[in-house]
Nanobody
Framework: QVQLVESGGGSVQAGGSLRLSCAAS????????MGWFRQVPGKEREGVAV????????DYADSVKGRFTISQDSAKNTVYLQMNSLKPEGTAMYYCAAGPPSYSDYCSLVLDYEYNYWGQGTQVTVSS
């Protein structure tokens, strides 16, 4: 059974940093899309950062470019999201997602239905 377990969320003041981790288990393929999405109650879920685990290509939402970095540790089957210079509008539940195995290194920030496994979420709260 595939499981994605997020950790690292918490409360931080504006300008601070957090590092989210997503530990994946239950599958052995090494080339797929993984990503971080976030959602605020009453709003649609939005893509934050995605990575193709087979080659490392990445993409970021414009709102986080230059401040967030997605990375992977293949040996640990873990994806990270380093979040620097956090802003109050970054307050949300952050979800890790994993897609099926793929030969394409294009990973979508928008089409969240392409990700078939989701974690339970970790809350990030940024105070001003």
């Amino acid at each position: 059974q595939v499981q994605l377990v997020e950790s690292g969320g918490g409360s931080v003041q504006a300008g601070g940093s957090l590092r989210l981790s997503c530990a994946a288990s239950g599958y052995t393929y090494s080339s797929n899309c993984m990503g971080w999405f976030r959602q605020v109650p009453g709003k649609e879920r939005e893509g934050v950062a995605v990575i193709y685990t087979g080659g490392g290509s990445m993409d970021y939402a414009d709102s986080v470019k230059g401040r967030f970095t997605i990375s992977q540790d293949s040996a640990k089957n873990t994806v990270y999201l380093q979040m620097n210079s956090l802003k109050p509008e970054g307050t949300a539940m952050y979800y890790c997602a994993a897609g099926p195995p793929s030969y394409s290194d294009y990973c979508s920030l928008v089409l969240d239905y392409e990700y078939n496994y989701w974690g339970q979420g970790t809350q990030v709260t940024v105070s001003s």
